[in-house]
């Protein structure tokens, strides 16, 4: 079993729409759970991160972890052509375990 | 700020030769750490630098890979002798000095072993 899973798509939505990326993972213990966003041919880029359970926002972007459920989400609002990305979930473990990354496309 | 670099961005070269990747993290920044992805999977870390001392290499395949971080700057990914399996982007990210929370990744080398 995977540390971490996540559906790797794609998903296509319309502009304007509410976007929902979701990961699970196995190791109760972790504390970091980051969102990544990472353009073709580039680097991930760190988008946020929570520490233990809860929400974290900023701006159209919307961080949640379930530790009863072992479940991190990304909400993406009113999402733009500029949001299309691969996005990885990757918690730490004294090290960065990914997720396998969802492509997400965002049609105007 | 400049952030991580990686040299060269794409490499090509036959099974059984010798490649050397190199990174320079954000100046400052202690950890510095090797990730790879190959095709179809997802991004795996390979080993982590504190300065010029290997902290954790656990996640190097096997002995043809070499790593190194000479005077705690730039790291040096030397792999020797290259096999097929070994093709995918190598990613390079470095931290500050703590937990390793906020790493910034390099754009990649994207390695074909032919």
């Known amino acids: 079993q995977k540390e971490v899973e996540q559906d790797p798509g794609p998903l296509s939505v319309p502009e304007g729409a509410i976007v929902s990326l979701n990961c699970t993972y196995s190791n109760s213990a972790f504390q970091y759970f980051m969102w990544y966003r990472q353009y073709s041919r580039k680097g991930p880029e760190l988008l946020m991160y929570t520490y233990s359970s809860g929400n974290k926002e900023d701006g159209r972007f919307t961080a949640q972890v379930d530790k009863s459920s072992k479940y991190i989400s990304l909400f993406i609002r009113d999402s733009q052509p500029s949001d299309s990305a691969t996005y990885l979930c990757a918690i730490l473990g004294g090290k960065l375990i990914f997720g396998q990354g969802t492509e997400l496309s965002v049609k105007p | 700020e400049a952030g991580v670099t990686q040299f060269p961005s794409h490499s090509v070269i036959e099974k059984g030769q010798t490649v050397t990747l190199r990174c320079d993290p954000i100046s400052g920044h202690d950890n510095l750490y090797w990730y790879r992805r190959v095709m179809g999977k997802e991004i795996k870390f390979l080993l982590h630098?504190?300065?010029?001392?290997?902290?954790?290499e656990s996640g190097m395949p096997n002995n043809r890979f070499l790593a190194e971080r000479t005077g705690g700057t730039y790291s040096t990914l030397k792999v020797q002798p290259a096999e097929l399996e070994d093709s995918g982007v190598y990613f390079c990210?470095?931290?500050?000095?703590?937990?390793?929370?906020?790493?910034?990744f390099g754009p990649g080398t994207r390695l074909t072993v032919t």
């Open positions: 630098f504190v300065k010029e001392s290997k902290q954790d």
């Open positions: 990210a470095s931290s500050q000095v703590g937990e390793g929370v906020e790493q910034y």
